[in-house]
C-alpha cells in the first residue's frame, strides 16, 4: 500500500468537495472512493465516514466550494 500524500490542512469554517476512499478491508466499500461534494471543515478539520461501516475514510482530494453555501 502506497503512504497517501498529506493534504494542507484545511481552512475553518469553510466548506469543500473532497474525494475519499475507504480504507476499511472488512467493509463493502473498501477501496472504493467517493465524492462528497459538501464537505465542512469545522475549525480547519474534518473527517469523512463510510456510511456503511461508519469508520473513517482517507481523504485523497479537496477544493474549496466557491461561493460557498449561504454566499449565492
Known amino acids: 500500500m502506497t503512504t ?3 493534504l494542507p490542512p484545511f481552512e475553518p469554517y469553510t466548506y469543500y468537495q473532497v474525494t475519499a476512499r475507504d480504507i476499511t478491508p472488512e467493509c463493502v466499500n473498501y477501496k472504493n472512493e467517493f465524492t462528497l461534494p459538501s464537505f465542512y471543515s469545522n ?13 473513517s475514510m482517507e ?3 479537496s477544493q474549496i466550494l466557491d461561493p460557498q453555501p449561504g454566499e449565492e
Open 59 to 61: 481523504i485523497l482530494t
Open 43 to 55: 475549525a480547519g478539520w474534518g473527517t469523512a465516514e463510510c456510511g456503511m461501516c461508519g469508520k
Open 4 to 6: 497517501p500524500i498529506p
